[in-house]
C-alpha cells in the first residue's frame, strides 16, 4: 500500500497521551475516567483497521505476508555507517487482530481496576494507570512495528510498566515474581537483540536493513539467511538465529522449561494484570514466532520441527497436570494458560495451513477466554480475599449470575465446541496430523494423538475445579455474599460474547482476516 | 412441498426452536412467574417433600410449557417431514438430499478442507428426527410435573432445551466435524443435568465422571476424525465414503468398479490401506478409533462406569438422555460411519457390543436400586445395538435403537412415577405391591418389560417392539456364524442384486506380499460374482487382516443366552416394585400417582406397542445400501436369512416365558427366595463380584482418577516448583553469590579499594599540594625549577623525568607536611 496513514500512530500514542494527562488531575474519580476514556478511544480506533478487509482491498482471504495496511514510515536515526532505523508501522492479518485484541483488553482491564481503593495496596492510583497507559503503548508498538530495531524498543518499553505493576500493586511475594518476570523477559530479549544485529550486520552493506517485511521477502537476504554455508560463531546461522529468536519468545509464550515466572507473576498481579499478561502478553510470544522466525528462517524451522513439537506437546500434557495439582485458584489458571499456549507452539511447529491457522486462533481464543477467566477469579478474590479452591463450595447458588458467567468462561478455557477455546485445538490438531515430511513428518500423529489426549486431561482439571468452587452445598463463610455487579457483569460480557462468536463462526470473526497471511508465510517457507 | 429445500429448511427449524428456547429461558427463565392463584392451585402437590422445598421454584411452570412448545413445535416439524418424506419417490428424495448437499452453506476451511454446516437428508435422519421430537416432547410433560416445586426449575428446562437443540443437530449433522460438535454439546448438557442437583457430592461427581469418561472416548473419535482428514481430505459423510471406497479399491482391498481416487481428490487415501501400525492397517484404526467416541457416548465395555452414576440426575433426564436418545448416538454415530468400516473394525465393534451386553446384564441380575437396574438394561440393550452393528445388521440395531427408546422411556418415567409416589425412594429393597397403588404406572411398565424381554408369538411374528427388533439382530449374528462364508458360496447369492439387501458377497484373494500375512479381504460386491473365491473361504478370510475370520461362536453364544437373562431381570425389577407384600409400609402408605405424567407414559406405552410393526423396518431401508463397501451390512430378508429366523424360535423364541417365569417363581413374594439361594457359596461370591460391578469403578477411581489427580499431578507439581524452579531460583541465587563475591572481594576490596585508594590519594595529594601552598614565594620558586627540571629530564626520558620530579618534590613537601593528616579523616 502506497497511501500512507497515521492512524496506528495515534492508536499506539493515544494512552500516552492520557498517561500524561492524567497526570495533571488528583481526584481519583477523574483519573479513572480519563484512563478509561484513553482506552476506548484506541479501542474504536483499532475497530477502523478492519476496513480494508471489508471494502475488498484485502481479497478475499485476507492479504498475503508483505501486503500491509496502514503503513507509516519516518525516517527516525540515521548514522553514517547506514544504521537506518525508521519508525515503520503498519499491519496485516498476523498483527491486526491482536492489536484489536489488545486495545479491548486494555480497555476491559482498565474497567476491572474500577475498585482500585478497595486492594491491599490501594496508594498510587495515579501511578497506576499512567503505567497501565504506557503498558498499552508498548503492546501496540510491539504489534505494529514492522521496523526490528522499533519493535525492540517497544518490547523493551512494555517490559519496564509490567514490572512496576506487578512489583508496586502485587500480592505478598510481589518482589519476587516481578523481578523474576523482569530477569526472564530481559534475557530473552537480549537474545533477540543478538538476533536481530546479526540480521543486520551479516548482510553486505546495501542489503543491510532493519525492515521486518524485506527480511522475510527479500531473494537475497533470505538466500543468506538460509544458506547453510552461512555460519555463524560455527554453527549454521539460520538455526542459531532461529534458537535466540525462539528462546526470547519461547519465555513470552511460555514454553516449557522457561515457564515457571508465569504462574508467579499470575497469582501476585492485581487481576487487571493478569487479564492483560494472560490476554495480550503472552501472544508476543507466538506473534513473534510468526513474525521473525518463520518468515525469515523457514529452513530451521523445517530443521527444528519435531523440537518445537516435542515442546509444544509438554507444555499441554505437563501445564494441564500441573493446573490439576494446584490448590491456589489462580494459579490453576496460570497453569491452563501454559497448556494452551502449547496448542499454538505445535500448530506452528506442524508448519500446515490447518496448524498454523490453528496456532493464530488459539492465541486469540485464549487471548479472550483467559482474561475472562482471571477476572472471574478475581470477582471472588475481591470477596472473600482468598483464592484456595478447596476453600470454595456452592458459589452457583451463592452468586448465581457470576455461576454462570463462569460456567461458560472455564467452558470456553476448556474446548467446548461452539466456544472458542474449541476451534483453537481442533485446527492445531488437524494440523499436527497432516504435518508433511518437512516438518513433523512420522511425529505428526503422534504429536496429534499426544495434544488430542491433552484435551482429556483439560475437561479433568476444569471440572474439578469447577465442582469443588461452584457446585455443593452453600457455605456458611459465603453466603452474604452479592452477586456479580453491573461493572463485572459489563467485563465480563464482552469476552463472553466474543468467546460464543469465535466459536460459531470462526471463518467470520477471525479466520478469513488471517488465513491469507498465514498460507503466505507457509507458501513463502516453501512446504 | 415440491421445493427440495422444504423438508430441509424444516429440519433446520426443528432444530432451532429449542435454540431459541434455550436462549430464551436462559436470560428469562427464572423471571418467568404465574399470577399466584395459579401458584395456590397447584402448590402443595408434592410439596412436603424433603427434597422439594415448599413453594414453586424459579420460573414455574412457565419455563417448562415454553421449552415443552419448542420441543412441541419441532416435534410438528418432524412430522412434516416424516409425511413429506415418505410421500415422496425416490427420485424426489435423491433431489432432495442433494439440493441439502448442494446448499449446505461454508462453514470454514480447516486449511484447505472445507467444512460445510450441511443437512443429511435421509430416511435415518427423518427416523431419528421423529423419535427424538417425540421421546422429547413427552419427557418434557412429563418433567413438568416431576420437577414441581424444584427451586431450579427453568434451568432445568433451559438446559433441556439445550439439549433437545444438540441432539437434533447431532441428527442431522452432515459432517462428522460437526456431528463432533454437537455429541460435545449433548455431553455438557449431560453433565449439567447429571449434576443437575449438584449439592449432592454423589451428583456432582457423577456429572463430573460422564463428561471426563466421554471425553475419553472422544479422545478416539478426535484420532479418528483426524486420520480422515488427513487420509480422505474431508470431514462430509457422503464424501468419505466415496473416497474410502475409491482408497480400498485402489490399495486393492476391493475390486468392485468405482471412481478412482485421484478424481474425489483424495490422494493419500490409498496409505490409509496400506501404511499399517502395529500390524493393523490405519483404515481399521480409523474405524476404530471413530467407534471409541461411541464407546463413550453409548457406555460400551471398556467406558461404561459412567452410565449407571449418571442415574443421580432427575429420573426424566435418565429417561431422554441415558435412556432414549443421546446414549444411542453413539449407535448412530456407528451407523452413520459404518461406511468407513473395515473388517477388522467391525469385528472389535461386535466384541466390545457383545462383552457389553453380557457383563451389563448379569450386573442387573443383582441391583437394587430401581433406576440401576434400568441403568444396566440400558447398557445391555445398546450392547445389543452394537454388536448388532458389528455383525452386520444395520437396520436391526438401528430398529432396535427406536424400540429402545420408547419402551426404556416408558420404563424410566415409571420408576419416576414410582420414586415420586414413594417420595424419592429408589430402593426396590423398601417397594412392593405398588401395583394397586399406581396401576396405570405398573401396567405401562409391565408392557415395557414384555417389550424388552421381546415377547411375542414366534410363529405368527406378532410381538411388542423388542420382540422384533432384538429378534433380527440375533437372527443375523446366527446367520453370520452359520453363514458368513458360505452365504457367498450360494451362487444365487452372489448374484442377488444388491439393493440394500446383501453387501458383502465374498472376500477374493488378492496378492500383496506373498507371505502370511498376503491375503486381504477384498469385497466381490455389488452384483458381482464371488465364483473365483468359491472354496476355502474360511481359511482365507481367516488369513485376512490380522485373523479376523469367522464370527466366534461365543459372539453368537453369548447375546442368545443374554436373551434369556434379560426378561430374568426385568421381571425380577417389576415384581419386585409392583407384586408382593409392602416391604415399607411408610413408603406404601403414602404412595400415589400424579394424573398430570401419565398421558405422556400412555403416549409412549403406545408407541412401544406399535414401534413393531415390521413396517418401521422399510423406513429406514433406503438409507442402508450406501452402508458398507468393506463390510458386511445384512439388512433383507433373502432366503438364507430367513431360515436364520426360522431356526430362531426354538432357541429364544420363548425365552420371554422362560426368563419372565423364573424371575415370577423367584421374586413374586420379594426378596425371600433369593436370599436362600445366595447361601449357597457360589452365588454368594458372584453377587459380591456383580455387586461390585466386576470392580471397573475401584480400578478406575484408583489407578485413574487418584493415580492422575494425586500422583501423577502432583509430582508435576512438584517437579515445577522443586526441580525447574530450584533451577531458576538457584541459579538467581548463585548469581547473587557470585555478585557478592564480586561486590565483597572484588567491589568492595578490589574494584571500590582502587577507587578509595585513588581517593585517598588524591585527598592526601590535595592536603599535600595545600600544605605546599605556604604562601613562601622561596618555596614556590624553588618548585617551579624542580618542575622545569622534571620537564627537561622528561624530554630526554619521561619516566625519569617524573621520578626525580616526584622524588624532588617529596623532599620539599614532607618538611612541611607536619601538620595533621586532615585529608584522609575528611575522605572517610
Given at each position: ?30 483519573i ?91 496508594r ?9 497507559l504506557?503498558?498499552e ?142 490476554g ?15 518468515p ?43 497448556s ?26 485464549h ?94 482439571y ?11 452445598k452453600?457455605?456458611?463463610?459465603y ?10 457483569v459489563?467485563?465480563l ?9 469465535l ?10 482476516f ?14 | ?5 422444504f ?195 454423589s ?42 471406497a ?45 467407534f ?5 457416548k ?54 466390545i ?67 415420586i ?39 405368527l ?43 458383502l ?52 453364544f453369548?447375546?442368545?443366552a ?21 416391604r415399607d409400609k ?41 452402508a ?11 432366503h438364507?436369512?430367513h ?44 453377587h ?49 553469590r ?44 624553588l ?16 619516566p ?29
Open positions: 500500500m502506497n497511501e500512507t496513514s497515521s492512524l496506528l500512530t495515534w492508536v499506539v500514542f493515544t494512552p500516552t497521551i492520557g498517561g500524561v494527562l492524567l497526570l495533571f488531575f488528583n481526584r481519583s474519580d477523574t479513572k475516567r480519563i484512563a478509561l476514556m484513553f482506552t476506548i478511544i484506541p479501542f474504536l480506533l483499532s475497530l477502523y483497521l478492519f476496513q480494508p478487509y471489508f471494502d475488498g482491498s484485502a481479497g478475499a482471504a485476507g492479504a498475503g505476508y508483505g501486503r500491509v495496511f496502514f503503513e507509516q514510515i519516518v525516517p527516525w536515526i540515521s548514522t553514517v555507517g547506514g544504521f537506518e532505523v525508521n519508525y515503520h508501522v503498519g499491519i496485516d492479518g498476523l498483527s491486526m487482530p491482536l492489536v484489536v485484541l489488545t486495545t479491548l483488553i486494555t480497555m476491559l482491564a482498565c474497567l476491572a481496576s474500577w475498585n482500585f481503593e478497595s486492594w491491599k495496596a490501594k498510587g492510583l495515579k501511578g497506576y494507570m499512567f503505567l497501565l504506557l503498558l503503548t508498548g503492546m501496540l508498538g510491539v504489534f505494529v512495528s514492522l521496523d526490528f530495531f522499533l519493535f525492540y524498543i517497544f518490547w523493551e518499553v512494555m517490559l519496564l510498566p509490567m514490572y512496576f505493576l506487578i512489583g508496586v500493586w502485587g500480592g505478598p511475594r510481589k518482589e519476587y515474581a516481578a523481578i523474576k518476570f523482569f530477569i526472564f523477559t530481559l534475557a530473552g530479549s537480549v537474545l533477540m537483540l543478538v538476533a536481530m544485529l546479526a540480521f543486520y550486520f551479516y548482510p553486505p552493506v546495501a542489503d543491510r536493513t532493519f525492515n521486518i517485511i524485506r527480511l522475510a521477502t527479500d531473494p537475497a537476504l533470505q538466500a543468506l539467511f538460509n544458506d547453510p554455508n552461512t555460519l555463524f560463531l560455527g554453527f549454521k546461522f539460520s538455526t542459531i538465529m532461529f534458537v535466540l529468536l525462539f528462546i526470547g519468545f519461547a519465555i513470552k509464550i511460555p514454553i516449557f522449561p522457561f515457564h515457571t515466572w508465569l504462574p508467579d507473576a499470575h497469582v501476585e498481579a492485581p487481576t487487571p494484570i493478569s487479564m492483560i499478561l494472560a495480550v502478553l503472552l501472544k508476543m510470544g507466538g506473534y513473534g514466532l510468526f513474525r521473525f522466525c518463520y525469515i528462517l523457514p529452513e530451521a524451522a523445517k530443521y527444528l520441527a519435531v523440537f518445537l513439537g516435542v515442546l509444544g506437546v509438554i507444555n499441554i500434557i505437563y501445564g494441564a497436570l500441573c493446573a490439576m495439582a494446584q490448590d491456589d485458584f489462580k494459579k490453576l489458571v496460570a497453569y491452563s494458560s501454559i494452551h499456549m502449547g496448542y499454538v507452539l505445535l500448530g506452528m511447529a506442524a508448519m500446515t495451513q490447518a496448524g498454523f491457522q490453528g496456532a493464530m486462533f488459539q492465541m486469540i481464543a487471548g479472550i477466554s483467559s482474561p475472562m477467566c482471571f477476572f472471574l477469579v478475581g470477582v471472588i478474590y475481591d470477596r472473600a480475599h482468598h483464592r484456595e479452591i478447596n476453600r470454595f463450595g456452592g458459589l452457583w447458588l451463592t452468586m448465581p449470575v457470576y455461576g454462570s458467567l463462569a460456567t461458560l468462561g472455564f467452558f470456553a478455557s476448556l474446548g467446548l465446541p461452539t466456544l472458542c477455546g474449541f476451534i483453537g485445538e481442533v485446527y492445531a490438531i488437524f494440523g499436527t496430523f497432516v504435518s508433511g515430511p518437512q516438518a513433523l513428518g512420522a511425529y505428526a500423529i503422534p504429536f496429534g494423538i499426544l495434544a488430542a489426549a491433552g484435551a482429556i486431561l483439560t475437561a479433568g476444569i471440572l474439578w475445579m469447577i465442582q469443588r468452587v461452584y457446585l455443593g452453600e457455605r456458611p463463610e453466603t452474604g455474599y452479592s452477586d456479580a455487579s453491573l461493572r463485572e459489563v467485563v460480557a464482552p469476552m463472553g460474547i466474543l468467546a460464543v462468536a466459536g460459531i463462526f470462526p471463518m467470520q470473526t477471525l479466520l478469513k488471517v488465513t491469507g497471511t498465514l498460507n503466505n508465510i507457509l507458501s513463502l517457507s516453501g512446504v | 412441498m415440491d421445493d427440495p429445500g423438508l430441509q429448511s424444516c429440519l433446520l427449524a426443528g432444530v432451532l426452536v429449542p435454540l431459541f428456547s434455550f436462549v430464551y429461558l436462559a436470560f428469562r427463565g427464572s423471571k418467568l412467574k404465574l399470577a399466584r392463584r395459579e401458584e395456590d392451585e397447584h402448590g402443595g402437590n408434592d410439596a412436603h417433600d424433603a427434597h422439594h422445598p415448599t413453594g414453586p421454584g424459579q420460573g414455574e411452570p412457565i419455563a417448562g410449557w415454553v421449552a415443552t412448545a419448542a420441543i412441541g413445535i419441532s416435534l410438528i416439524l418432524a412430522i412434516i417431514v416424516t409425511y413429506g418424506w415418505y410421500g415422496m419417490g425416490a427420485l424426489q428424495r435423491a433431489d432432495a438430499a442433494e439440493h441439502a448437499a448442494r446448499t449446505a452453506p461454508l462453514w470454514t476451511m480447516v486449511g484447505s478442507v472445507p467444512i460445510h454446516f450441511g443437512v443429511k437428508l435421509d430416511s435415518l435422519t427423518v427416523i431419528m428426527f421423529l423419535m427424538v421430537t417425540l421421546c422429547s416432547t413427552c419427557i418434557h410433560l412429563f418433567s413438568i410435573g416431576y420437577m414441581k416445586g424444584d427451586p431450579r426449575f427453568a434451568r432445568f428446562f433451559t438446559f433441556l432445551s439445550l439439549f433437545c437443540f444438540s441432539m437434533l443437530g447431532l441428527v442431522i449433522s452432515a459432517s462428522l466435524l460437526f456431528l463432533y460438535i454437537f455429541w460435545e454439546l449433548v455431553g455438557v448438557c449431560s453433565y449439567f443435568l447429571i449434576g443437575f442437583w449438584f449439592e449432592k457430592k451428583a456432582s461427581d457423577a456429572g463430573l465422571k460422564a463428561f471426563v469418561v466421554n471425553r475419553v472416548g472422544d479422545f478416539g473419535f478426535m484420532i479418528g476424525m483426524g486420520l480422515c482428514f488427513v487420509y480422505l481430505q474431508t470431514l462430509s459423510l457422503d464424501d468419505t465414503a466415496a473416497r474410502f475409491a482408497g480400498a479399491r485402489e490399495a486393492g482391498w476391493m475390486s468392485a468398479p468405482g471412481e478412482a481416487f485421484q478424481m474425489l481428490g483424495a490422494q493419500r487415501a490409498p496409505e490409509l490401506f496400506t501404511t499399517q501400525f502395529l500390524g493393523i492397517s490405519l483404515a481399521t484404526w480409523m474405524g476404530i478409533g471413530l471409541c467416541g461411541a464407546i463413550g453409548s457406555a460400551q465395555f471398556p467406558l461404561q462406569v459412567w452410565l449407571p452414576d449418571a442415574m443421580e440426575g432427575p429420573t426424566p433426564v435418565s429417561a431422554l438422555i441415558h435412556a432414549a436418545t443421546m446414549v444411542a448416538a453413539g449407535v448412530y454415530l456407528v451407523a452413520r460411519v459404518f461406511a468407513l468400516l473395515t473388517p477388522g473394525a467391525q469385528m472389535f465393534i461386535a466384541v457390543g457383545c462383552i457389553t451386553l453380557t457383563m451389563a446384564a448379569l450386573i442387573a441380575l443383582v441391583q437394587t436400586d430401581i433406576k440401576r437396574v434400568l441403568a444396566y438394561s440400558t447398557l445391555s440393550q445398546l450392547g445389543y445395538m452394537i454388536f448388532g452393528l458389528g455383525v452386520g445388521a444395520w437396520i436391526a440395531a438401528l430398529f432396535h435403537l427406536m424400540t429402545h427408546a420408547f419402551f426404556k422411556a416408558v420404563l424410566f418415567l415409571g420408576s419416576g412415577q414410582v420414586i409416589g414413594c417420595h424419592h425412594e429408589q430402593d426396590m429393597r423398601r417397594m412392593g405391591g405398588l401395583l394397586r397403588k399406581m396401576p396405570v404406572t405398573g401396567l405401562t411398565f409391565l408392557v415395557a418389560v414384555l417389550a424388552i424381554s421381546g415377547a411375542g408369538i414366534p410363529w411374528g406378532i410381538g411388542l417392539g423388542g420382540y422384533y427388533s432384538k429378534d433380527e439382530i440375533l437372527a443375523v449374528a446366527y446367520y453370520r456364524q452359520h453363514n458368513w462364508t458360505a452365504a457367498a458360496t450360494h451362487d444365487e447369492h452372489a448374484a442377488l442384486p444388491t439393493g440394500g439387501q446383501i453387501v458377497a465374498g472376500y477374493a484373494q488378492h496378492d500383496q506380499e506373498g507371505a502370511a500375512e498376503s491375503q486381504a479381504p477384498v469385497l466381490a460386491g455389488a452384483g458381482q460374482s464371488a465364483a473365483e473365491g468359491e472354496t476355502d473361504y474360511v481359511a482365507r478370510y481367516a488369513a485376512g487382516e490380522h485373523g479376523v475370520g469367522t464370527l466366534p461362536w461365543i459372539l453368537f453369548l447375546p442368545i443374554i436373551a434369556y437373562v434379560t426378561p430374568f431381570y426385568m421381571g425380577r425389577c417389576f415384581f419386585l416394585t409392583f407384586l408382593g407384600k409392602p411408610h413408603v406404601h402408605e403414602h404412595a400415589h400417582e400424579s394424573p398430570t405424567m401419565y398421558v405422556p407414559l400412555l403416549i409412549l406405552a403406545f408407541m412401544t406397542v406399535i414401534s413393531g410393526s415390521f413396517l418401521f423396518r422399510d423406513y429406514v431401508a433406503d438409507s442402508a445400501p450406501t458398507a463397501p468393506l463390510v458386511a451390512a445384512i439388512n433383507g430378508h433373502d438364507a436369512l431360515a436364520a429366523h426360522a431356526a430362531l424360535p426354538t432357541l429364544v423364541g420363548f425365552a420371554f416365558v422362560v426368563g419372565l417365569g423364573l424371575a415370577w417363581l423367584i421374586y413374586r413374594r420379594g426378596f425371600d427366595i433369593s436370599e436362600k439361594i445366595r447361601v449357597l457359596p457360589v452365588i454368594r461370591q458372584a459380591t463380584v456383580l455387586w461390585n460391578k466386576f470392580y471397573f469403578d475401584h480400578v478406575y477411581n484408583t489407578v485413574f482418577r487418584d493415580g492422575v489427580r494425586y500422583v501423577l499431578a502432583v509430582i508435576c507439581r512438584l517437579f515445577d516448583n522443586w526441580i525447574i524452579d530450584g533451577i531458576v531460583d538457584n541459579s538467581a541465587r548463585l548469581t547473587e557470585i555478585s557478592r563475591f564480586s561486590g565483597v572481594v572484588l567491589d568492595n576490596m578490589g574494584v571500590d579499594g582502587l577507587v578509595n585508594l585513588v581517593g585517598y590519594i588524591a585527598w592526601n595529594l590535595g592536603g599535600l599540594f595545600r600544605s605546599m601552598q605556604t604562601g613562601i614565594v622561596r618555596n614556590y620558586i618548585l617551579a625549577a624542580l618542575a622545569v627540571a622534571g620537564l627537561i629530564i622528561s624530554l630526554w626520558n619521561v625519569v623525568g617524573v621520578i626525580v620530579f616526584v622524588i624532588a618534590a617529596g623532599i620539599i613537601v614532607i618538611p612541611w607536611s607536619r601538620r595533621p593528616a586532615v585529608a584522609s579523616e575528611r575522605y572517610r
